[in-house]
């Protein structure tokens, strides 16, 4: 079992920036890569950002290319997701999801608000 918990989200005018965080927690050993969805009111939830955990690739959506950055601090098992020139559309809950062999873990979620 992982556990996931994400921090770091909260209001932001547009243009702003924002840095969510995501512990986990639990059996990390064999997490070999962790992502971030979203999820807006009415929408599916869809794919953020991914990094592998052992190499260190990341893969972004096409509409957050060169503004959001994923990184990793292995040490404390933790991934970030930093953003930039947040847009009003950027706002919903962000979930961070861990892929350990098969199985898929996904934490609370954090809202991002972005106001115009």
């Known amino acids: 079992q992982v556990q996931l918990v994400e921090s770091g989200g909260g209001l932001v005018q547009a243009g702003g920036s924002l840095r969510l965080s995501c512990a986990a927690s639990?059996?990390?050993?064999?997490?070999?890569?962790m992502s971030w969805f979203r999820q807006a009111p009415g929408k599916a939830r869809e794919f953020v950002a991914a990094?592998?955990?052992?190499?260190?690739?990341?893969y972004y959506a096409e509409f957050v290319k060169g503004r959001f950055t994923i990184s990793r601090d292995s040490a404390k098992n933790t991934v970030y997701l930093q953003m930039y020139s947040l847009k009003p559309e950027d706002a919903a809950v962000y979930y961070c999801?861990?892929?350990?062999?098969?199985?898929?873990?996904w934490g609370q979620g954090t809202q991002v608000t972005v106001s115009s």
């Open positions: 999801a861990a892929r350990q062999s098969a199985q898929d873990y």
């Open positions: 990094l592998t955990w052992s190499g260190g690739s990341s």
């Open positions: 639990g059996r990390t050993f064999s997490i070999s890569s």
